[in-house]
């Protein structure tokens, strides 16, 4: 039973992970490769720490397992909104899709 | 909050006493703990723990419900051939109002699939969102208002 229940984490966070991967590649630009990159990306390798826990199911791999995703949580959007932030400040070009941008002429926070 | 510290000296005492270390174990212990803790309650006066910790494991759920559920829509525009996204950026105001807000509200909106924090205006009062499937401007900032930022000034004002 648990090993069916490791497999099919750990096909799907691969999934993600894939699906993350193809998204950074496919996507029009670097704002919407963003989205691919940060969330795809967290979520397929989360199921990936969860299904080591749920197959061992010890202490200290749970814990382990539960610091990885909280230090993934919180770093994965400072980059992405770093990244975002420095593209659009640089005049990256963005996709032509966009079809409303509030953000422009309208500065930011400095620094 | 010293109660919650409480709780997981509980849950880790239960822990050990049960001598398996596993997370069964310790989860169990945990809501143990709250249970004593809730039952000895007219001790603490003015604590916040009671209210505060459901709202937490709301704003949790919330959270990962939306993980999951719009995590799909940007794998079906990776994976089939053209492009369904209608990007834009678009400007919220905030109700957060220090660092530690602005931040959590900044980074969890980053981490809700479909939208990501692109900037922070200069007089800190509105957050610029680059949302991935915009079809109506007012609805995605009602949403994003109501349903994330709420929940996160819930937990931290209350």
């Not at chain 1, 799907?12 to 950074?24: H, P, Q, R, T």
């Not at chain 1, 949580?73 to 932030?85: C, D, E, K, S």
């Not at chain 2, 007219?42 to 559920?69: A, Q």
């Not at chain 2, 525009?77 to 109002?97: K, M």
Request: charged share 15%; proline share 4%; hydrophobic share 50%.
């Amino acid at each position: 039973m648990i090993e069916y229940l490791t497999g099919i984490l750990l096909i799907i966070g691969s999934f993600f992970c894939l699906v993350a991967a193809l998204g950074v590649i496919r996507l029009p630009d670097s704002l919407t490769r963003m989205h691919a990159a940060t969330k795809a990306g967290s979520l397929g390798a989360g199921l990936l720490v969860i299904a080591h826990a749920v197959f061992y199911q010890e202490l200290g791999i749970s814990l382990r397992a539960v610091s990885i995703i909280a230090i993934l949580l919180f770093t994965a959007p400072v980059a992405a909104h770093l990244i975002a932030r420095t593209s659009y400040r640089s005049g990256e070009a963005i996709s032509d899709r966009t079809w409303i941008d509030e953000l422009k002429g309208n500065g930011g926070w400095p620094g | 909050m010293p109660l919650f510290i409480l709780n997981i000296v509980f849950a880790a005492v239960f822990t050990l006493l049960t001598g398996s270390a596993r997370i069964g174990v310790f989860m169990f212990g945990c809501i143990l703990g709250y249970g004593i803790l809730w039952l000895s309650s007219p001790l603490y006066k003015d604590t916040r723990y009671f209210k505060k910790l459901p709202k937490t494991v709301n704003l949790i759920t919330y959270f990962l419900k939306e993980l999951f559920v719009s995590n799909l829509r940007v794998l079906w525009d990776v994976i089939t051939p053209g492009h369904i996204s209608r990007p834009g950026i678009i400007g919220i105001p905030l109700d957060a109002e220090t660092d530690l807000e602005i931040f959590l509200v900044a980074n969890l909106i980053s981490l809700t699939p479909g939208t990501l924090s692109v900037d922070l205006s200069e007089d800190r009062k509105t957050l610029f969102v680059h949302v991935m499937f915009l079809e109506n401007v007012a609805a995605a900032r009602a949403d994003i208002k109501n349903g994330l930022e709420k929940r996160i000034l819930e937990v931290m004002r209350s």
